[in-house]
């Protein structure tokens, strides 16, 4: 594995982030005197992003989602989300045996998100992560963002790699549109925040658990 570059999404690919997520949702309803969301409802909406899920239940609730509205809320979310970012988010199970496995056998690892980069290295570096990765970045990192091809080339630059001995991980469609378009092979998971199931959507190999992840990256690398 010396000369592959294993790329992962962050938000239910790597870290199991929705419970944080969601309590700063409700902390952000609750302040405009709007009922709490379950979980449940809401996970398949994570991978939308912040503002997308404030729209949507701003919806649910039969209220006003303006530009305007939706910035305020979003300033207090940012606050509230950053100071409690690893208070219940951690790493799926078996993430931390498989990164530092493949760091052991020389691979490069890197981080591509459409979280704002302070954001993810805040999450990583909170959860004592981040010196596993070569280059973290996300939606702010740089002009483009995923599902744009360059932001996964980009990355595999700054970690040190290079796109023809790559590999991405993710969850959801955008991650793997981002690496069909940058002809890079992808293992989608099903353990994230899909709103679509992911097995239907043109990964590469799908796997269930990070316990898998060794190898379908061997399968990979042998086609």
């Known amino acids: 594995m010396k000369d592959l570059t294993i790329v992962f999404d962050l938000d239910g690919t790597l870290v199991d982030t929705a419970p944080d997520l969601v309590a700063t949702l409700n902390h952000v309803l609750g302040g405009i005197d709007l009922a709490p969301i379950e979980a449940e409802a809401i996970r398949p ?6 503002r997308a899920m404030l729209k949507t239940c701003l919806g649910w609730a ?6 305007d509205r939706l910035d305020t809320l979003m300033a207090t979310y940012l606050v509230h989300y950053r100071d409690n970012i690893a208070v219940l988010s951690r790493p799926f199970p078996g993430a931390l045996d498989a990164l530092e496995g493949f760091r052991r056998e020389g691979a490069k690892l890197a981080v591509c998100t459409n979280k704002y980069e302070h954001l993810s290295t805040r999450l990583l ?9 070569g280059a973290v970045t996300g939606a702010d990192t740089f002009e483009v963002r995923k599902p744009h091809p360059d ?16 590999i991405m991980v993710g969850d959801s469609e955008t991650d793997i549109k981002t690496a069909k378009a940058a002809n890079v092979p992808v293992v989608g998971v099903t353990f994230g925040y899909s709103d679509k199931p992911i097995a239907g959507l043109g990964a590469d190999i799908v796997i269930d658990h990070f316990d898998e992840l060794a190898g379908a990256i061997a399968e990979l690398q042998r086609v």
């Open 45 to 50: 909406h994570i991978g939308f992003g912040a």
């Open 62 to 67: 039969g209220e006003e989602s303006d530009d």
């Open 125 to 133: 570096a909170e959860l004592a992560v981040d010196h596993l990765f």
């Open 151 to 166: 932001h996964l080339t980009r990355t595999i630059a700054l970690a040190g790699g290079d796109a023809g001995h790559a």
